[in-house]
């Protein structure tokens, strides 16, 4: 029965022995830190003041839960930024897929269907241009044909005229030769070299006035049978002229007609290549347009991708920002939420009168 009670006592003793070295220990450990050296400042006071153990263990206790509260609400808060981080995070890498989507499509767009069909709307105007342009030669060209034409169509024409001339002069200078002279005869001659002057490049009447000029210079003209062989031939040489005269001055007025008329074909299909390339025009208008919205929608929507771009930096910075001072709070919770319990357990203890700060 001694031998138990020793064993007994003993035992107490050494427990009495390990709490007091562990309480000194946490004592140590309260002292490291400015909040545990209040905590056990705060012990002291109460100490000294001899206040109910009770009371003081019960303000541990609510500053326990205090802090237990504040670190369980930063811990929610903290979620709640996370998951509204998580969540603008996933919105604005939608954004910024969206975005980069869109200027892609819209420069593809641009790139393999409006600059091209610019281009080809362009290459059409410039054709049709040409195509004017050539409608123009042709028109001051044919103009320029009729003229000369014309020209030479009077120049003819006046020939003729002056050949007619000749022809009635020598035929009223044949009328005087009945007893001609000598003087006489050569002028009558000289009146058909006059004729062959005058119709020299009328290849169809050389041959005709070349006769009566040889016929004319081997006669002497005191045969009257002669001379009305000569004034039978002139007549008919003159009924000649007359009908070449009236034959170039039909083909002139065919030529000016089908030169109007061609003009006119001209003019309508110059008109046709204007209202051509009025049609284009406003296609190209159109496109341009086109281009012009498509160009300011692809460039808001790489400003938009590059103000997402910045958001997100922005918000990956701030959560990081945020996230590091939940840590730290979080930290220095949990830390003075194990000095408070550390506390806690001193006050607890069987004496802690002799506690020193």
């Known amino acids: 029965m001694k031998t138990i009670l020793l064993i007994a006592l003993i035992a107490v003793a050494f427990t009495a022995r390990v ?9 140590t450990d309260l002292k490291q830190s400015t909040y545990g050296s ?11 003041a001899g206040g109910p153990v009770q009371e003081l263990i019960d303000a541990i206790e609510e500053l326990i839960n205090d802090l237990e509260e504040e670190l369980e609400e930063l811990e929610f808060n903290f979620q709640v930024r996370t998951n509204e981080h998580n969540s603008l995070v996933v919105s604005l890498e939608q954004d910024i897929q969206d975005a980069v989507i869109d200027v892609n499509n819209t420069q593809d767009t641009l790139d393999n269907l409006l600059f091209p069909r610019r281009v080809q709307l362009q290459a059409r105007i410039e054709q049709i241009q040409d195509n004017q342009e050539a409608n123009r030669k042709n028109y001051d060209e044919a103009i320029l044909v009729r003229e000369q034409e014309h020209e030479d169509f009077e120049f003819q024409i006046a020939e003729l005229n002056d050949a007619t001339t000749a022809v ?7 009328q005087t030769l009945t007893n001609p002279s000598l003087l006489q005869v050569k002028r009558f001659q000289n009146s058909l070299k006059n004729i062959e002057a005058k119709i020299k490049s ?12 040889s016929l004319a210079s081997n006669q002497n003209f005191s045969d009257q049978g002669i001379i009305g062989q000569i004034v039978d031939a002139l007549n008919e040489f003159r009924n000649a002229i007359v009908d070449s005269i009236n034959a170039q001055t039909a083909a002139e007025a065919q030529a000016q007609a089908d030169h109007e008329e061609y003009l006119e074909q001209l003019d309508d299909e110059y008109a046709e290549f204007q209202r051509q390339i009025n ?3 406003v296609d190209l208008t159109a496109t341009n347009e086109k281009i012009d919205q498509m160009t300011e929608f692809r460039d808001q929507r ?7 771009t910045a958001e997100l930096e922005l918000e990956n910075n701030t959560y990081a920002e945020e ?35």
């Open 323 to 357: 996230t590091d001072t939940y840590t730290n709070l979080k930290n220095e919770f949990t830390r003075e939420l194990g000095i408070s319990e550390q506390a806690l357990s001193v006050v607890q203890s069987a004496d802690f009168s002799n506690i020193q700060v």
């Open 202 to 213: 009328r290849s169809k009447m050389a041959p005709m006035i070349k006769a009566l000029i």
């Open 38 to 48: 209040a905590l056990l400042h705060l012990v002291e006071l109460h100490s000294m």
């Open 19 to 27: 709490q007091e070295r562990n309480l000194a220990k946490i004592t």
């Open 279 to 281: 049609r284009v025009n």
């Open 168 to 174: 009635d002069d020598a035929l009223a200078l044949l």
């Open 302 to 308: 790489d400003a938009d991708r590059k103000q997402y």
